[in-house]
DNA sequence: GACGTCACATACATCGTTGTAAACAACGTT
DNA sequence: AACGTTGTTTACAACGATGTATGTGACGTC
């Protein structure tokens, strides 16, 4: 049924070769034939088939994107977007993968053996290790995304800075008074992601500021949900001391944290100021609006499209791994720094 | 590089297709053999070339999902996450394009252009008619989303009743007393597509209960995202009369007229009523919360998926459309019943 | 007129996998 | 002993595209 360069070939009077050959723009093919066959491809409708291609070539111009889901954390979903937009750039297609905090299906996008047919991965881990990491095969071409959890490892890495993003995030509150700051978002289990990278963040802020570390202010909490940040909300509001301020690890935690807080009638930010991170754009359109840590998604995505791209195409060769480090910025809004009440 | 048949049969002393026979468990390959194979199998570490069994096969196990973007639709990543779930559930996996407003994206999609290595589409379109719906080639399959633009169309078809959970939700606003019932979202171009179904709903509702259509109470907007529901409202806010009420056709445009209405001092739902459409998880975290039209996402998404696997199957030849209708309901939240203030 | 050079076109092999048909052995049946 | 049956294995061709090598003229140069 679909059409084949056999068929053009055939129609055109030609070889299935400079058929080939006009379809690639190859430039030694006469202008007479050219034409000719020009119009035996647009009357038939040719298409190339990628899978004879991809055979032919060893790629396929498919990455694939691993991250935790996008139901459920908007950070992930305007992440895919943005990289999606960049691959397009560079004449990739994106397929996406939800591994759904499960560390088999993580380990799974690390062998390969999810995905067979993308020529490389941008991976957003959310359970492995550096160990687990270390255990890439070096055939599928893998870029790691939002931890640096791989410093040091065989995989390129690109990222923020999270602990320097964290500690800004808690010194502004510290800036404008507040001294019981909790912090919601720990997983108490992981020693190297980007929770404990956040968690250290904080930490060094209070501890500079000579402030002690307070177990009641720790809030540990599964997946970074809405629901998660309003139950660990709860949670901090019914201990003593009550906080003044509250460091979400993520927005989606925070905009869970906020609605608890308006349910209780607690003032936000008179009562507790409340900090988020990613800037989603949730955060700049809930009232009042969210004060959070913005990371320079564009450049994130951009760098890791980049970097797995010259992987591909072998500019570099397997090993010498780069670590690419992008900016951020905290965006201080209203629920730090109030607004004017009418 | 990568490990073929051809190696592994080496190993094992057999042939390449005995081997693919173990591969894919075929049935009358002796104990003996299998063992022995399959320990090369492992021992080698071999996984099958995606791009070989597609040529043969001629099919992928790869659908695409086309919508019109992820970063500020928030439906659109529940959505994608939604078809992704029931994709695995069927071993396909899905590739997601953005088709950004872009008319000629939209048609690239529709004709197989801009994917020629998925075996079946599912479309959400924004900017195509029946029209142009009618153009799609009979090779691919293809489901449409989220409007019934294609109904008698030649493709298959999954949505809701738009209309009649328009109708709802303005009647909702209505028996709860408000009659100056603002409409924000309209696309005043658009003939027949989910903006033009919407307005229908809501334009029924207001006959139904004897009310006039008021210019000064229609919101058009471009996209329907969060900035552009601000901006609607803000306009809606300097008219008169003023609206009591306000039907957004979707959820970010109401959590940008929820940000504009709270930032102008006015109260909701006391001074104006909100409601939204989609039901995305913002709605449940938004102070107040959003009442709002939930459809049936799984449900969408199930059929959807179904549908086109059994059309890419060939379990139904091209031709015979089938539009499935799934269920709707009416959240009822804060922004129109209020809540106990504290 | 022999030669090399260039532009253009073609035949063939190949990428890795799997369907088809056929080969082969072991077995029981007549 | 000839036969079919069943189970197991194999050789071969094919999916559709493209790199390589080769062929064919036309042209200019010595």
Redesign the pocket.
């Known amino acids: 049924m679909?059409v084949?360069?056999?068929d053009v070939a055939d129609h055109a009077g030609?070889?299935?070769?400079?058929v080939?050959?006009v379809?690639?723009g190859f430039?030694?093919?006469?202008p007479?034939?050219r034409a000719r066959v020009q119009e035996a491809l647009d009357r038939l409708g040719y298409q190339?088939?990628l899978s004879?291609?991809s055979?032919?070539?060893g790629r396929t111009g498919i990455i694939a994107l691993a991250v935790p889901e996008l139901r459920q954390s908007s950070y992930f979903s305007e992440l895919a977007g943005a990289v999606m937009q960049h691959a397009e750039e560079r004449g990739l297609v994106v397929l996406i993968e939800q591994t759904l905090q499960s560390r088999q299906r993580e380990l799974d996008v690390l062998s390969g053996a999810r995905n067979r047919l993308v020529d490389g991965v941008i991976f957003s881990p959310l359970e492995l290790g550096p160990d687990d990491l270390a255990t890439a095969p070096a055939g599928l071409p893998i870029v790691l995304l939002g931890e640096r959890v791989a410093a040091g490892g065989p995989l390129d890495h690109v990222s923020i800075d999270n602990v320097a993003a964290a500690r800004e995030a808690v010194t502004h509150l510290l800036r404008i008074g507040r001294r019981r700051i909790a912090a919601i978002g720990l997983h108490p289990d992981e020693r190297i992601g980007t929770a404990e990278q956040r968690f250290r963040g904080y930490a060094e802020a209070l501890t500079g500021a000579g402030l002690p570390l307070r177990r009641e202010l720790l809030g540990d909490t599964g997946p970074w949900h809405r629901e998660n940040g309003a139950a660990c909300m709860r949670a901090l509001l019914a201990r003593d001391p009550r906080p003044d301020a509250v460091f979400c690890f993520n927005d989606m935690l925070a905009v869970g944290a906020l609605r608890e807080l308006l349910r209780s009638g607690v003032r936000v930010p008179e009562d507790v100021a409340l900090v988020g991170f990613d800037d989603v754009e949730e955060a700049r359109f809930s009232t009042p609006s969210l004060t959070t840590v913005a990371p320079d998604l564009d450049g994130v995505a951009r760098a890791a499209v980049g970097l797995l791209q010259s992987r591909i195409s072998g500019d570099r060769p397997p090993g010498a791994p780069h670590t690419v480090t992008r900016q951020h910025r905290l965006v201080v809004r209203e629920s730090t720094v109030g607004l004017p009440r009418p």
């Open positions: 679909p084949t360069l056999r030609v070889s299935v070769k400079t080939s050959n379809v690639n430039r030694h093919v006469s007479d034939t190339v088939n004879a291609r055979l032919r070539a």
